[in-house]
């Protein structure tokens, strides 16, 4: 007996424990599993302990993943107004903006009459290779119609015609000199993005080139560029930033170098976690004793302001225009597994006189930052330089002694107001109703054949003008709904005659005759052709 309970004893008391465990556990099981008993558990945040708490104990069951969703732009936005959260399903098309080129078939389109058009063809793009022209219908995607007003919208369109590379889609297409429908299957390919949109010379001097971004491609765009601008003997430069909104900092100072010479100080930034990191010049750009002109204004921004300070801190060429956007924090991306990513701001820039050009921001008040375009033209800043306060608390020196202000923007060494000689009701109508745009498309539509035959924009804009197209838009923006004002029409003429001209000659030759076309009647671009004609591209 003895013996036996020697052997059973121990096993009895190792179930009764182990019984006693499970017992209770039962009975006095935590809460959920970021509590203990009604405690939160301190290892844990509170973000944590939140989501575990509702996804445990909520009455109804809650799609955590969605919550998170909802939850993080959230948090971001109690930061700076450039951070940004990015969804996995918009990562893609962020990301194609800057990285040079995307999967398509290689067309660019416009929605007329709720009908996708081809505007043009990517020369050497998969759609040409098959045929497609400029002036083509697509009514069908793979065999399924693709027409009308709750069927097509730009995002359905590209959702459509974009896609990986390799993979195939059929597009069904009317055209005036067909019968019936014809098909095509394309194999969509990578279609550039191109970020200069056009290089062509003023005059026989003058070399004018237009940036739109900042992008991995935009440096070899910019030297291809400048390039075609030598070779047709420019010696003086306007470089358009207008519009541009930024990109990629190190592109940004590639193409600043070609105009510094060696040793100059282009831009440095700094943050809590990232020390100083100066961009010095090496000495190797191919410009740098030639005259440079910077266009900016209220929409240039981040990249395009770096370039406009360093070009002027150094005192190396004039700055043309209105005062930037004033975006001085760097950002950098960090993926998250499952495909989304966080934009985060993780420095401040400084220009070479160790000015932040960064506008003035509370954390958390995006709304009031976005209004700050909208305060200044309310002040009259875009129609007068008296109207632009400079903080002189935040004064710099140039590297020859003239003076800049930090605190908010780039502000030009020439200004120049907006125009709005011309600006009437009527103008403002047709433009907003995109109905200039639609009438010169119609038109370049329709007469094709005789427009190809002008193979420069000044042919093509020499034979528009004898046409007298004003009447014949005029009627057309009748029949649109805008009633004609005659008074307003003449005010306007000069807008409307360039307007038409140059959307014409888009649509045949591109923006090769476009900016030629539409740049004659800018001031601030006029201004720089005067500044340069008289040798005035250095600052005095």
Known sequence: MNKKSFIWLPLIIALSIVAGIVIGRKYNAPVSPATQGNTLLPSRNKIDNLLDIIDAQYVDTVDIKEMIEGIVPQIIDELDPHSAYIPAKDLQSVNEELEGSFSGVGVQFSILSDTVTVVSVVPGGPSE???????????????????GKDMVSNDKVLKKLRGPKGSKVKLGIVRSTASEILHFDITRGDIPVHSVDVAFMANREIGYIKVNKFGRTTYNEFLTGLAKLKNNNASKFIIDLRGNSGGILEIAINMINEFLPAGQLIVYTEGKAFPRNEAVSNGTGAFKHNQVVVLIDEWSASASEIFAGAIQDNDRGMIIGRRSFGKGLVQTQLPFSDGSALRLTIARYYTPSGRSIQKEYEMGHGEDYEKDLLNRFMHGEFDSADSIKQNDSLVYKTLHG??????????????????????????????????????????????????????????????????????????????????RNAKEIKESETLLNNYIESYIARNIIGDEAFYPIILSIDKTYLQAIDLLNADQGFPQ
Not at 140 to 147: G, K, P, Y
């Open 129 to 147: 290779k098959m045929g497609i022209m400029p002036g083509d219908r697509i009514v069908e995607v793979n065999d399924t119609a693709f027409v």
């Open 402 to 483: 003239r003076t800049v202000y930090g605190g908010g923007g780039i502000m030009p060494d020439i200004f120049v107001a907006r125009d709005t000689i011309g600006i009437t009701t009527y103008l403002n109508d047709v433009v907003n109703k995109a109905l200039i745009y639609q009438y010169a498309f119609k038109y370049a539509d329709e007469h094709r054949d005789k427009l190809t035959e002008y193979k420069d924009y000044k042919s093509m804009q020499r034979y528009l003008r004898s046409l007298n197209l004003l009447n014949d838009f005029t009627a057309y923006a009748t029949a649109k709904g805008v009633k």
